[in-house]
């Protein structure tokens, strides 16, 4: 083909004194040389008028108009076949099938298949945008953390502390987020992500993670990926699917990949010379050079990783969840006891009665407690704040029928010891009256009727009869127990008791307003 000829090398060959049969030697047919010599010669031009253009511009002045022709093929919108693309399930056969009904309806002649996917290609070619064949936007976003760390610097006492970087990345548009962390567990691995796709300001449907223990359990080579239970809920929170990319092979990820290093250069290096002490300020700083890494321009191609993001794939995002997603963390096999609760941190969480001797499972986070067995949740409580112990939460629903079951407060204290005496009510009554508040009253007024588990009732109120009976005003636990120890309550005790018919001294350990105000024993 004449438009082969190099047209600027045989006129510069010609000048330095080559004859046409020695041009032709160089790999060029002699009737593409004399075709080119005889369109110098007519158009009077020499190697001194082409020396500074385009070996293209040679042949255009050479062979004006050669070559140009108008297709007979209907011309579709390519940019708009590019943007089609970009959708979800949008594929060229089926943009291809689009294109010849329209041609039918329209009477023009449409291209066949081949030439249409070869023409769509030299668009992309020419207009420097990239191809849609492989990454679809609005679907993956590939998740790392950065090899290369940063530093927090003690303003005091100079001491450094190590600072990862997660790295995400939407392989379609290259749009990247990068958030400072203190360490890579999985909690830090979790807020990440949900740092992240507040970032992107939506979702997508894949998570292309490496093979990292915190996210993922095990990767066989054949069979199904093991996730670990948060990362799996925190997908499913964004209606999403992990899907690790291969075993040492980097390349299933190589968005990310190439964002990592990228990051080394765009946050890590820029800021080597800056010194930082928290990190807040440290993820305020970053968060600016991602921006500023987001809006450089693209060296081979138009726009950039911001204008891309915004025209093509924000819209295409999933939107948010309109709870946020809470970090949680699961402990297993933990026992219902008797009591009808589960014990976390040395706090006590009720689960219904029926589950009593189970093994349940908790599913633990900033705020609450829920109580699962297998995939069942039977519960939830309000979590008991950091620092308190022996903190019982319990909930009416969870206990059984009955008034057994009701909760301890001061009317079913005295209810229970006007069961065992008269005594013992005014004992019971007194405590009460001796506090502010009942409640600070209950603890003792237990402690002195649960004396009938060891003792009867009516000994019980024997000794709560011979306490009174003292000049204690108010009668506790301390007071009736060593009467009972004593056996002081027993009628047939001539220590308890005087002669028929005299009044009872108070005896034993009872001891009255004399004492403790300094007299004699």
């Known amino acids: 083909m004449v438009r082969k000829i190099k047209a600027k090398l045989v006129l510069r060959l010609r000048a330095e004194g080559f004859t046409g049969r020695q041009i032709a030697g160089q790999g060029m047919s002699r009737t593409s040389v004399a075709a080119v010599i005889d369109a110098a010669d007519r158009e009077g031009v020499g190697w001194d008028d082409v020396a500074e253009l385009e070996e293209a511009d040679v042949y255009a002045r050479l062979f004006p108009g050669r070559g140009e022709h108008d297709s007979v093929h209907a011309q579709p919108d390519w940019d708009g076949v590019h943007r089609e693309l970009a959708r979800v399930g949008v594929t060229l056969k089926l943009l291809h099938g689009e ?26 070619l020419i207009s420097g945008a990239a191809s849609r064949v492989g990454h679809k936007a609005g679907q993956t976003v590939e998740v790392d953390w950065s090899g290369k760390t940063m530093r927090l610097t003690d303003p005091v006492t100079g001491e450094q502390t190590r600072v990862y970087l997660f790295v ?3 392989p379609f548009s290259r749009y990247s987020f990068v958030a400072p962390t203190l360490d890579m567990k999985q909690d830090t691995w979790l807020r990440a992500h949900v740092a992240m796709f507040d970032w992107f300001g939506g979702s997508v449907p894949r998570i292309v993670p490496d093979n990292l223990k915190t996210g993922v359990i095990s990767h066989p080579a054949e069979g199904e990926v093991v996730l670990n239970d948060a990362y799996r809920e925190l997908a499913a929170h964004y209606s999403a ?28 290096a820029s800021l080597r010379d800056r010194s930082f002490a928290s990190l807040p300020e440290l993820r305020a700083v970053v968060y600016e050079r991602v921006a500023a890494y987001n809006a450089e ?7 950039s990783r911001l204008s891309v993001f915004d025209a093509e794939e924000k819209p295409l995002l999933r939107p948010l969840p309109a709870v946020p997603f809470e970090i949680s963390r699961w402990v297993y096999r933990r026992r219902v006891q008797k009591n009808g609760h589960v014990v976390f941190e040395r706090n006590f969480y009720s689960v219904p009665y029926v589950h009593i001797g189970q093994a349940v499972d908790l599913r633990v986070t900033d705020t609450t407690l829920e109580v699962f067995a297998a995939d069942e949740r039977l519960t939830s409580h309000l979590l008991a704040p950091i620092g308190v112990v022996n903190d019982y939460r319990t909930h009416d629903s969870d206990l059984p029928d009955g008034p057994q079951y009701r909760q301890w407060d001061a009317e079913r204290a005295r209810e229970w010891a006007a069961r065992v005496g008269q005594d013992t009510t005014t004992v019971i009554n007194r405590i009460f009256e001796s506090v502010p508040v009942d409640e600070q009253g209950l603890s003792a007024a237990l402690a002195v009727l649960r004396l009938t588990r060891r003792y009867s009732a009516a000994r019980v109120e024997a000794a709560a009869g011979i306490a009174l009976a003292s000049r204690v005003r108010s009668p506790r636990y301390a007071h009736l127990r060593p009467i009972l120890e004593t056996r002081q309550d027993d009628p ?12 009872a001294e108070p005896a034993g350990y009872v001891r009255g307003a004399d004492y403790y105000a300094g007299g004699t024993r």
């Open 241 to 268: 699917a992990v899907l690790p990319g291969r075993v040492k092979k980097p390349k299933d990820k190589a968005s990310v990949e190439n964002t990592v290093g990228n990051v080394a250069t765009w946050v890590i």
């Open 168 to 170: 995400g990345t939407l």
């Open 297 to 303: 321009p693209f060296q081979k191609r138009a726009g």
């Open 99 to 124: 294109y010849v009904d329209t041609c039918r309806a329209a009477g023009s002649t449409a291209m066949g298949y081949d030439r249409f996917c070869k023409t769509y290609q030299q668009h992309v």
């Open 492 to 503: 047939g005790s001539h220590d308890a008791w005087s002669t028929p018919g005299t009044a």
